[in-house]
């Protein structure tokens, strides 16, 4: 799937937000292995989550929130 933000290879915030939005399981796999190789690309993941924690219905921003604690731990 291409993503409106991510016409580079760089993931930006925009484009994390709309690859978790949006994106497929590949795509998915992908961002998760670009965090395993770029620790700042957490940190990223952890901003753009963290801007929906009071929204109940934002499963996959509370999924990858998740994820990200549990892999800095």
């Known amino acids: ?3 409106r933000h991510l ?3 760089n993931y ?3 484009a994390i937000d709309d690859i978790i ?3 497929t399981l590949a795509d998915w796999q992908a961002m ?3 965090a395993r190789r770029e620790p700042a690309i957490v940190g990223k ?3 753009v989550c ?3 924690t009071q929204d109940r219905y934002a499963q996959r921003q509370r999924f990858w929130a ?3 604690k549990r892999a800095a731990a």
């Open 32 to 34: 998760r292995d670009a």
């Open 21 to 23: 939005a949006r994106g």
């Open 12 to 14: 930006t915030l925009a």
């Open 1 to 3: 799937m291409e993503h």
């Open 7 to 9: 016409n580079h290879s």
């Open 45 to 47: 993941i952890r901003r």
């Open 50 to 52: 963290a801007a929906y």
């Open 66 to 68: 998740l994820y990200v």
